[in-house]
């Protein structure tokens, strides 16, 4: 789990909110303010680890993070709002073939320069219009995990839960941000304990209106969001 900025809060544009103010039980690992990404470094526009929804996302998370704390079980959000610099630094990025930092992890099983035609990188995101999150559960009491380093192994996303860099989420058969078809949400060849727990997560958040984006069991996005065609580009801090 990360700390909370010292940085003081922005005013945000009307609409949008900081989730910790709706929710503050809902765990956040803001990944692009740190380095544990694809890119392995924190992505400009994001200046500090804190997650930014609009309204009507955030009430939507605290009423699954309600049924969750039932089961003992809570969220763990990775992303939410993106402002359309880190989209633009995403895409540069994806442009440099000598940048292979991090592909043992994120993207092992697909060459870079086909990570737009495959779907998983876009030069615009639903994530910019504020309604779009990447998220996990965890369970109750919150397990420890280890902080990614620079200069730390680069372990295979795919690989076993016990043998890829540990993260506190439940098993979902990939880590986080793993770019291949083993995180496609429905995919059959999954164990059944890893299907039944993306199940669960995909069956909650449709249940408070989400709609999950079938090649990363992470992605989810509201569909009756408020800004559908705006793209915003204000910092994340």
């Not at 996302?57 to 993106?82: I, M, N, S």
């Not at 092992?108 to 035609?117: A, C, S, T, Y």
């Not at 280890?146 to 989420?169: A, E, H, I, M, Q």
């Amino acid at each position: 789990m990360t700390t909370q900025t010292a940085l003081r809060p922005q005013t945000l544009p009307e609409g949008f909110v900081y989730l910790r103010d709706i929710d503050p039980t809902i765990i956040q690992e803001a990944r692009y303010a740190l380095s544990h990404n694809f890119v392995g470094r924190p992505i400009p526009g994001y200046d500090a680890p804190v997650i930014i929804v609009t309204d009507a996302v955030a009430l939507a998370l605290k009423a699954v993070q309600e049924e969750l704390k039932l089961f003992h079980l809570t969220l763990k959000v990775y992303d939410g709002y993106r402002p359309q610099d880190a989209v633009d630094a995403f895409a540069e990025w994806a442009a440099d073939p000598t940048d292979q930092l991090m592909k043992a992890e994120f993207y092992p099983g697909i060459d870079k320069k086909n990570l737009f035609e495959a779907g998983y990188i876009a030069k615009r995101s639903s994530h910019t219009r504020g309604s779009a999150v990447d998220l996990t559960i965890v369970s109750l009491p919150v397990p420890s995990q280890p902080t990614w380093n620079p200069g730390d192994p680069v372990l295979d996303g795919r690989l076993p839960k016990d043998k890829r860099f540990p993260d506190n989420s439940i098993d979902m058969g990939t880590g986080f941000d793993c770019l291949d078809e083993m995180s496609h949400t429905m995919n059959p060849a999954l164990p059944p304990e890893v299907r039944a727990n993306r199940l669960l997560l995909k069956t909650l958040m449709e249940k408070h209106g989400f709609a999950n984006y079938w090649r990363e069991w992470w992605h989810f996005g509201l569909v009756n969001e408020p800004y559908p065609e705006t793209y915003f580009n204000f910092p994340v801090r």
